[in-house]
């Protein structure tokens, strides 16, 4: 019985999305966004060059078929990934409206969503009072602070000191389906916004608002850093996911990263989590011992969080080519027969306007399998691929 691992590059796209003039970023359609593509172009111009230099260097993944993938899903040049594709490659399309993080992975995971995501009005204030109301009666405060789309980073920064000297939650949202909740670790108590957060999801899922995220944070005025103990508190998938159908059939489940608070736990058996490096240390013992028959789904968010919202092109890069790096070490250790995708969500090009998320296709590449072209495929083929490969049949 051989090994399933899947792994998500967060937001890691590569354009040619056929419904991206229908996505913004501020008033700029997402037409034309490639994440990918356009990191390479930046580094092949020298426009990548804090802590790196050169053109984009991933051979592990271009060797996998990372570079044609590029070119199938948007025919745009990726400078440096010329490689020809030893493992089995294809570019997948979502059908799910939205571009955010449950919407991806449902649909990676065997559903796509069933109903449009409620999102929140680009005003200030853009909260219901009846919500805020909600917020202040669980958390015993006065009132909150933000109550506007922003960048998680700049809310800190803007709102932190008074957040501190009052005692109030920093509340904000984004063009995602998402209620994000910052508060200091110390003055205002981890438990305590955890608790907050856990307690109005219910409110905010009957909303079909996709995510509560709970963002806490540490330091002073100046130099405030948010912490690793994120925690996002997502609606249910209605249905069976992948994850449910393989523990179904008595296989074991591991999570990595965030991927256990995306499904809600549903058809988890274990989680491990912490930065992106911790990660991989998890998926590289996951390598070395998970069991026969089992699923291990991944997730690395810092090419997202710490570098396409920040619009970071020398970030994402180096962070590419650390991932890649880390890779050239892990592919040696699969055994024969086990299978490990690698693909993303959705795209969020550090290279284009604003700090959202951007509509792209996103790469499929397979290692273990053989070497071919998938051509295009919907995001719900990775779940149909896996469970094929698993021998454990979609409920």
């Known amino acids: 019985?051989?090994?399933?691992?899947?792994?998500?590059?967060?937001?890691?796209?590569?354009?040619?999305?056929?419904?991206?003039?229908?996505?913004?970023?501020?008033?700029?359609?997402?037409?034309?966004?490639?994440?990918?593509?356009?990191?390479?172009?930046?580094?092949?111009?020298?426009?990548?060059?804090?802590?790196?230099?050169?053109?984009?260097?991933?051979?592990?993944?271009?060797?996998?078929?990372?570079?044609?993938?590029?070119?199938?899903?948007?025919?745009?040049?990726?400078?440096?990934?010329?490689?020809?594709?030893?493992?089995?490659?294809?570019?997948?399309?979502?059908?799910?409206?939205?571009?955010?993080?449950?919407?991806?992975?449902?649909?990676?995971?065997?559903?796509?969503?069933?109903?449009?995501?409620?999102?929140?009005?680009?005003?200030?204030?853009?909260?219901?009072?009846d919500l805020v109301q909600a917020v202040c009666d669980i958390a015993g405060v006065d009132g909150i602070l933000g109550d506007c789309h922003g960048s998680g980073t700049v809310m800190i920064e803007e709102y932190g000191a008074e957040h501190i000297q009052t005692g109030r939650p920093i509340c904000y949202t984004s063009i995602d389906s998402v209620f994000q909740i910052a508060a200091h670790e110390e003055h205002f108590g981890l438990d305590r916004l955890l608790n907050l957060c856990e307690r109005i999801a219910p409110i905010l899922h009957d909303q079909k608002v996709g995510r509560v995220i709970a963002r806490p944070f540490v330091g002073e005025a100046g130099s405030f850093e948010r912490t690793t103990n994120r925690r996002d508190y997502a609606i249910m998938p209605p249905k069976p996911i992948l994850t449910n159908w393989v523990q179904e059939a008595g296989r074991k489940v591991i999570a990595i990263g965030k991927i256990g608070d995306i499904l809600s736990m549903t058809g988890i058996d274990e989680v491990h989590k912490g930065t992106d490096a911790a990660l991989m240390d998890h998926l590289e013992t996951q390598i070395k011992t998970a069991p026969d028959g089992s699923l291990t789904f991944a997730n690395f968010v810092e090419f997202d969080s710490l570098y396409g919202h920040r619009r970071d092109v020398s970030g994402y890069a180096r962070h590419l080519e650390w991932f890649d790096a880390r890779l050239g070490g892990i592919l040696p250790q699969l055994r024969d027969g086990d299978m490990l995708l690698i693909t993303a969500d959705h795209g969020n090009d550090p290279t284009w306007t604003g700090t959202d998320h951007t509509r792209e296709r996103v790469p499929v590449l397979i290692a273990g399998q053989g070497a071919g072209e998938l051509g295009h495929l919907k995001f719900i083929d990775v779940a149909a691929r896996v469970a094929a490969h698993l021998e454990v049949e979609p409920q």
Not at 65 to 75: M, P, Q
């Open 1 to 129: 019985m051989t090994r399933a691992f899947l792994v998500v590059m967060d937001s890691v796209g590569i354009g040619g999305a056929p419904d991206a003039a229908d996505y913004f970023c501020g008033d700029v359609p997402d037409t034309g966004a490639n994440t990918l593509a356009h990191i390479a172009l930046a580094c092949a111009a020298g426009h990548a060059e804090d802590g790196r230099s050169g053109p984009l260097r991933v051979p592990h993944l271009d060797a996998l078929g990372l570079g044609a993938a590029v070119a199938l899903a948007s025919g745009d040049e990726t400078p440096g990934l010329t490689a020809t594709a030893t493992g089995t490659w294809g570019a997948a399309t979502e059908i799910s409206k939205g571009k955010d993080t449950p919407s991806g992975h449902w649909e990676l995971a065997g559903l796509p969503v069933p109903w449009d995501w409620g999102y929140f009005p680009k005003t200030q204030p853009c909260f219901p009072a």
